[in-house]
Every structure is written in structure tokens, then in C-alpha cells.
């Protein structure tokens, strides 16, 4: 999530912080999906294939830094 910017809705624009766990524009509703917006400058120095192919998690949690879920615990069953 360290890599997420912000979320903006695909109809109106509206931002959300990733932080508030929203999936959908509030002004929207269901329609209104967000577009997850990323901090390149971040994922340049952070998020490259050495750095994935050092993690253990062979799921989709190795990519937990560019996914919108606060909660690592959000991918444990
Ligand atoms: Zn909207």
C-alpha cells in the first residue's frame, strides 16, 4: 500500500486516500470504480525483480505494496 498515491474515481475524479479502504466513488456508487494511482518515483527505487524475487509469499501477497488492502492479513484464510 506504501506505493499507492491516491484512488480516483474512472466517472467524476473524485480522489480518495488509499488509506480509507473505499472500492467504489461514494458520489458514484457502484459504477464508480477508482483507478489506483501509484508513486513511480517510489516504485522505481523499491518495487523492482530483485526485491520480488527475494520475497517468500509465492501468491498474489508478494504484491502487497502496489495492491489498494491496508491489512496484509487481508490474503491469510
Ligand atoms: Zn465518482
Same mark, same amino acid.
Given at each position: ?12 475524479? $473524485? ?7 473505499? #472500492? ?10 477508482? @483507478?489506483? !494511482? ?5 516504485? $522505481? ?7 520480488? #524475487? ?10 502487497? @505494496?502496489? !495492491? ?10
Amino acid at each position: 500500500m506504501a506505493l499507492v498515491k491516491k484512488l480516483k474515481c474512472v466517472l467524476c475524479g $473524485k480522489e480518495f486516500d488509499p488509506e480509507s479502504d473505499t #472500492f467504489t466513488c461514494t458520489d458514484c456508487g457502484p459504477d464508480g470504480t477508482l @483507478d489506483v !494511482l501509484y508513486d513511480y518515483g517510489e516504485i $522505481k527505487g523499491k518495487f523492482t525483480p530483485k526485491t520480488l #524475487f527475494q520475497r517468500k509469499e509465492k501468491s498474489i501477497s508478494r504484491y502487497i @505494496d502496489l !495492491l489498494p488492502i491496508s491489512d496484509p492479513s487481508f490474503f491469510q484464510t
